[in-house]
């Protein structure tokens, strides 16, 4: 068999990267979903513009009616900030400057929705339970998950932020180390 050129196996990362979002992603949904909270479009393309890079960005969770704009972002893919699970510091040169170059857009990204008067918050993976295991591909397992603990406080401090007045905020685990 041919060995995966470096393009394909990036792209074979990011198909394993994208599911991962997508498990916290649906974590928080269901959890929303279960506190009452609706009025959102799961992976809205809402701008008809390129915002801040060559691709449409998507919105994780759009709030129509309220300007709301709520991503989940992985730690790691995301670059989180003094955070453990970035595993920032064990990444070789070429990985940092992509890790770094994803969290310069995402800031980017902030920057103008907030021009465009959104309001945003970002959920980072680390203040949610850890759900990378196998285990967790099953739907019923990931559900059980949204009773847990950190989930539900996730969803009080976002429900809270939601009906506040606050233009961003972030919310972070126990593992964050403020820098
Ligand atoms: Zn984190």
Same mark, same amino acid.
């Given at each position: 068999?041919?060995?995966?050129?470096?393009?394909?196996?990036?792209?074979?990362?990011?198909?394993?990267?994208?599911?991962?979002?997508?498990?916290?992603?649906?974590?928080?949904?269901?959890?929303?979903?279960?506190?009452?909270?609706?009025?959102?479009?799961?992976?809205?393309?809402? /701008? +008809?513009?390129?915002? @801040?890079?060559? =691709? $449409?960005?998507?919105?994780?969770?759009?709030?129509?009616? &309220?300007? !709301?704009?709520?991503?989940?972002?992985?730690?790691?893919?995301?670059?989180?900030?003094?955070?453990?699970?970035?595993? /920032? +510091?064990?990444?070789? @040169?070429?990985? =940092? $400057?992509?890790?770094?170059?994803?969290?310069?857009?995402? &800031?980017? !990204?902030?920057?103008?929705?907030?021009?465009?008067?959104?309001?945003?918050?970002?959920?980072?993976?680390?203040?949610?339970?850890?759900?990378?295991?196998?285990?967790?591909?099953?739907?019923?397992?990931?559900?059980?998950?949204?009773?847990?603990?950190?989930?539900?406080?996730?969803?009080?401090?976002?429900?809270?932020?939601?009906?506040?007045?606050?233009?961003?905020?972030?919310?972070?685990?126990?593992?964050?180390?403020?820098?």
């Amino acid at each position: 068999m041919p060995s995966l050129s470096d393009k394909e196996k990036h792209a074979e990362q990011m198909k394993l990267v994208r599911h991962k979002d997508t498990r916290i992603e649906r974590l928080v949904d269901w959890a929303l979903e279960g506190e009452g909270v609706g009025g959102y479009e799961r992976n809205a393309r809402i /701008f +008809e513009d390129k915002l @801040v890079s060559n =691709k $449409k960005r998507e919105v994780d969770f759009y709030f129509e009616e &309220k300007q !709301l704009a709520l991503f989940v972002h992985g730690c790691h893919w995301h670059a989180h900030q003094g955070c453990k699970r970035a595993y /920032f +510091e064990n990444s070789d @040169v070429n990985h =940092k $400057k992509k890790l770094l170059g994803t969290r310069a857009r995402d &800031k980017r !990204l902030m920057q103008k929705l907030h021009e465009r008067h959104f309001r945003t918050l970002i959920v980072w993976e680390c203040a949610l339970p850890d759900v990378k295991s196998k285990k967790f591909r099953s739907d019923e397992e990931l559900r059980k998950m949204v009773g847990h603990e950190k989930t539900r406080l996730v969803v009080k401090k976002a429900t809270s932020w939601i009906e506040g007045q606050k233009i961003h905020c972030e919310i972070s685990g126990d593992f964050y180390i403020s820098s």
